[in-house]
């Protein structure tokens, strides 16, 4: 638009400009529609890839392992496991009979079985399960001089230098000797450290009885120590009648305190993508987004090397390098899934004696997925680039504009006060109260409080005084005044952008006025819109109609011409600050105009209603 301007000023005939400006607007009416064909394909692709069947695989199975209680006690299960005794009994009831179905309900035989085992009769166990354990060396922290008479053992948390590579108990078998990760598994996050692979290994049986009295063994032995730090119960499964493969782990880790604390992971992911009709047009999918991603990267190209430094100066051209990014990076996850999929699913499927470790397929096919929404969300962002032909969102892109040097401002000083009482939370309350637990919980546990959803018992409890002195401040001063005045912002800049465009202060809506012309075309092709001629003979008429009843009320000629006389006054003010011809740089407006507007405005009234 800007070198619009300079070509006119230049000598540029207005005819000339006035095409140019046309291709313009052709040319952004053909990216939107371009633009929305990418949306609308990789919208298909990222829906193709979910299946609704995944949520019930992975319902069915947290219930089976997390939910079901050991027989003649209710309220033991996974979930509540908080001793070592309790983990036994997890282990030798609800797991042993989780895992293994060779019967019907009535106990009747199911079918050929083939020496594996049917998980709620239609998911087949891939392998044998795996359980390994991760421990702490002795003397791995300091005991205070003062006890070193009482206490001659000390194990401290975990960390890869504590591990305790040696082994231990009964050395004959390969579970109380330590082994090496022969396995490409990434590192397993928990809530109380990061464990790596290895550790004391072993694998259970196809049979239910050989696996319950490897449990009574280990339980007899004593295979958990106080050096125990985590157990992970790893396995797989799959479902033909939907295509999906479930990876399950369930992790029981032992802090230093004592006690255990549960986690688990459920994985459904499709590994064999290209099985059905549609699982090839989701790959014709994927490579009409390739196309589209070159396309838009030669595109790209040719506009940096145009504009070259100018071009980094609109956050729009910043949008479009980070969806390209993403862009890039979901192709480059989705082949290094395939390949590796192509290189051990067959070895994993054929070791039905082993443990198969399908956790690395998973865990890299749930980062492409968490990739893919990423993307989607930043190309629906851009959206916003060419909505903005709108009024209303023009408005808003427009208000939000010229308010963000305001909002950061507002944002630096409510950060430093959101942040001051998330550590006075954190001191005061996080040894009593689980959401104040670590600085990280008591930022979150602000923002509930803002939402309204919040433990007052329960920071009262921990402090008498201190707590309801903490949640009165916070919310007075977060909730009624911090917030109110981001709203205050955020209000007073709308009214002095809905004032700059009652003066005529605007943007170019040519696209929108383009799009609502072609809409009337169409409506005219088809008879469902009466000619543009008879609505023009009827909006004159109605006009001279309204002047006349605006006599007969009582207005005199002098009124009238008045009237005429604002009427001009206004294009010409339109004409100065915002023209069709001539696009000057947007320049907001001034208190003093805007009120000479609002004065003004009165004594339009009659101008405004002829002009409608």
């Given at each position: 638009m800007g070198e619009a301007s300079r070509w006119h000023r230049g000598g540029t005939s207005k005819h000339k400009l006035h095409y140019r400006k046309e291709v313009e607007i052709r040319t952004t009416l053909q990216e939107l529609l371009l633009y929305f064909i990418f949306l609308i394909n990789l919208c298909i692709l990222t829906f193709g890839m979910l299946n609704p069947h995944m949520y019930y695989l992975n319902k069915v199975m947290s219930s089976l392992f997390l939910d079901t209680s050991v027989p003649?006690?209710?309220?033991?299960?996974?979930?509540?496991?908080?001793?070592?005794?309790?983990f036994w009994k997890f282990m030798e009831g609800p797991l042993l009979e989780g895992l293994y179905w060779d019967s019907w309900y009535n106990n009747q035989q199911l079918y050929d079985l083939k020496n594996s085992s049917r998980i709620y009769y239609e998911n087949i166990l891939l392998g044998v399960p795996r359980v390994r354990q991760l421990?702490?060396?002795?003397?791995?922290?300091?005991?205070?001089?003062?006890?070193?008479?009482?206490?001659s053992e000390c194990y401290g948390k975990y960390t890869s230098a504590n591990e305790d590579l040696s082994n231990f108990g009964l050395t004959s078998n390969s579970e109380w000797r330590y082994s090496t990760s022969n396995t490409n598994s990434p590192w397993h996050w928990g809530f109380l450290g990061v464990y790596r692979n290895g550790g004391y290994i072993f694998t259970l049986s196809k049979s239910k009885s050989e696996t319950k009295n490897k449990f009574i063994d280990l339980r007899l032995n004593n295979w958990i120590t106080r050096g125990t730090r985590v157990i992970f119960i790893d396995f797989s499964l799959y479902n033909a009648n939907v295509n999906l493969f479930c990876i399950?782990?369930?992790?029981?880790?032992?802090?230093?305190?004592?006690?255990?604390?549960?986690?688990?992971?459920?994985?459904?992911?499709?590994?064999?993508?290209?099985?059905?009709?549609?699982?090839?047009?989701?790959?014709?999918?994927?490579?009409?987004?390739?196309?589209?991603?070159?396309?838009f990267t030669t595109q790209e190209v040719k506009k940096i090397k145009e504009y070259k430094s100018d071009y980094f100066k609109s956050i729009w051209n910043w949008l479009e390098l980070l969806l390209l990014l993403l862009?890039?990076?979901a192709v480059s996850f989705n082949i290094y899934c395939n390949?590796?999929?192509?290189?051990?699913?067959?070895?994993?499927l054929k070791s039905t004696e082993k443990y198969s470790d399908f956790y690395f397929l998973a865990y890299w096919h749930i980062y492409y997925n968490n990739i893919i929404a990423i993307t989607i969300f930043f190309a629906w962002i851009k959206i916003f680039k060419f909505i903005s032909f709108n009024k209303t969102m023009s408005q808003l892109s427009s208000?939000?504009?010229?308010?963000?040097?305001?909002?950061?401002?507002f944002a630096i000083m409510f950060f430093i006060i959101f942040f001051a009482y998330a550590q006075l939370g954190f001191l005061v309350f996080g040894s009593q109260v689980d959401d104040f637990a670590t600085f990280q919980n008591s930022i979150f546990a602000q923002f509930r409080i803002v939402l309204g959803d919040f433990n007052f018992a329960g920071i009262q409890q921990a402090s008498h005084i201190l707590g309801p002195v903490y949640f009165i401040t916070f919310i007075f001063f977060v909730f009624f005044v911090l917030l109110n005045m981001f709203l205050a912002i955020i209000n007073d800049t709308y009214s002095e952008v809905k004032a700059d465009y009652s003066i005529g202060r605007r943007p170019n809506f040519e696209l929108g006025k383009m799009i609502k012309q072609s809409y009337k075309n169409v409506l005219k092709k088809f008879r469902l819109k009466k000619a543009e001629?008879?609505?023009?003979?009827?909006?004159?008429?109605?006009?001279?109609?309204?002047?006349?009843?605006?006599?007969?009320?009582?207005?005199?000629?002098?009124?009238?011409?008045k009237a005429e006389q604002m009427k001009k006054w206004k294009e010409r003010l339109e004409k100065k600050y915002y023209s069709v011809?001539?696009?000057?740089?947007?320049?907001?407006?001034?208190?003093?105009?805007?009120?000479?507007?609002?004065?003004?405005?009165y004594k339009m009234r009659f101008s405004e209603c002829l002009t409608k």
């Open positions: 003649g006690e209710e309220r033991t299960n996974f979930k509540s496991i908080r001793s070592i005794t309790d421990k702490v060396r002795n003397n791995t922290c300091k005991v205070y001089s003062s006890f070193q008479s009482l206490i399950i782990r369930l992790v029981a880790e032992f802090p230093a305190t004592g006690g255990i604390v549960t986690s688990w992971q459920f994985y459904s992911v499709k590994l064999l993508k290209y099985v059905s009709y549609y699982d090839y047009f989701i790959a014709s999918c994927e490579i009409t987004f390739c196309i589209f991603l070159f396309v862009c890039f990076v390949i590796q999929i192509f290189l051990l699913l067959g070895q994993l208000t939000l504009s010229r308010c963000i040097k305001d909002i950061v401002g001629k008879d609505e023009d003979k009827k909006t004159t008429k109605d006009s001279g109609d309204f002047a006349e009843q605006a006599r007969r009320e009582g207005f005199d000629e002098n009124e009238i011409q011809e001539i696009q000057d740089d947007y320049q907001p407006v001034t208190q003093q105009e805007f009120r000479d507007g609002t004065t003004i405005k």
